[in-house]
């Protein structure tokens, strides 16, 4: 089972930009789809965006698009999530989630391995 460690979260403000990055552990890595999830305080946990084993399919929550772009780079087992434009309402924290093979997690229920998460926090 792929470990996933996330990194570069923090506090911003109001239309910065942040990475965040989930590095993977296991030579697999690249067999897997790869994804981001946020939780806010006193919501579910939602989901943000999610790659394919190649990167050549890409999806996004269509509240997020335009501000968020999900990239991987297999070669350095590591997942990026690019956060443009961000606002007060993106507070939360980020999980990296790993699919089952290349079935990419767009939900929760298809989520094999979870990150411990990193805050992010936008002021207004």
């Known amino acids: 089972q792929v470990q996933l460690v996330e990194s570069g979260g923090g506090l911003v403000q109001a239309g910065d930009s942040l990475r965040l990055s989930c590095a993977a552990s296991g030579r697999t890595f690249s067999t897997y789809a790869m994804g981001w999830f946020r939780q806010a305080p006193g919501k579910e946990r939602e989901f943000v965006a999610a790659?394919?084993?190649?990167?050549?399919?890409?999806y996004y929550a269509d509240s997020l698009k335009g501000r968020f772009t999900i990239s991987r780079d297999n070669a350095k087992n590591t997942v990026y999530l690019q956060m443009n434009s961000l606002k007060f309402e993106d507070t939360a924290v980020y999980y990296c989630?790993?699919?089952?093979?290349?079935?990419?997690?767009?939900?929760?229920?298809?989520?094999?391995?979870w990150g411990q998460g990193t805050q992010v926090t936008v002021s207004p």
């Open positions: 790659i394919t084993w190649s990167g050549g399919t890409k």
């Open positions: 989630a790993a699919g089952h093979g290349n079935i990419a997690p767009v939900a929760a229920d298809k989520v094999l391995s």
